[in-house]
């Protein structure tokens, strides 16, 4: 039951707000991560659910976590965290996704594949939980009404419908857009099929990389 305050956002409201969130910021935010993923992986609408579901379940556990911690201890959990923290988690899962491309490209070494099959999951988990993380006034908002109830599970449930709302559309516009485009161009550019999943991987390590140094405060 929803806590009594006038502080109270209601599990629709929160639901609302993850929407329209995700309808903006939220699909701006992922694209410099996901747009190499699908430009570099052989995945296509039908299978695009391979990186989507990996990547939505880490950003609604990061939502439901934060949820859970500002009801718990009764303020903003993302204070707890700091932006470092999430520049750091987000360019560890680059890397990784980037380090995955590159073991998938040798389809022939089974080394090789068999390391990009696990790595890549793992790396959307870890992208979802940073991009969950990421501070914005919709999510604020969700965090300070789970701050005044106190109620840890009330928190979680907020943050989770919230998580909801965010992941929808980027989860369409990305698992069929996205993987559409992709498919299409690696089509269409087929003799550099090689080079294009290269530079994606090379992005992705780069963004990565930076991502770690800019959080380390290097």
Known sequence: MSPESPL?????????????FGMGPC??????YLGPVFLGSDEGVARSWRIMLPLSL????S??????????????????????????????????MGVALLAGERKG?????????????????????????????PLGAVLVSAAASSDPVWGGVLGLCFGLGAITVPAIAYGIGGAFIGAQLRNALGRW??????????LLIGSGLLGIWRGLGL
Do not use: K, N, Q, W
Not at 8 to 20: E, F, H, N
Not at 58 to 61: E, N, V
Not at 110 to 135: I, K, N, W, Y
Not at 193 to 202: C, D, K, L, V
């Open 8 to 20: 109270a956002i209601g599990l629709p409201m929160a639901m609302a707000m993850g929407l329209v």
């Open 27 to 32: 699909l701006l935010s992922c694209l410099p």
């Open 58 to 61: 880490g950003r609604l556990g």
């Open 63 to 96: 939502y439901g976590g934060l949820g859970i911690a500002s009801g718990l201890v009764g303020h903003l959990a993302e204070d707890m965290i700091g932006i470092a923290a999430i520049r750091f988690l987000v360019g560890s899962a680059a890397l990784l």
């Open 109 to 137: 070494h089974r080394l090789c594949s068999l390391a990009a099959e696990t790595t890549r999951p793992a790396g959307l988990v870890l992208m979802g939980l940073g991009l969950g993380m990421t501070p914005c006034a």
């Open 193 to 202: 099929r090689t080079g294009i999943e290269r530079t994606s991987a090379a």
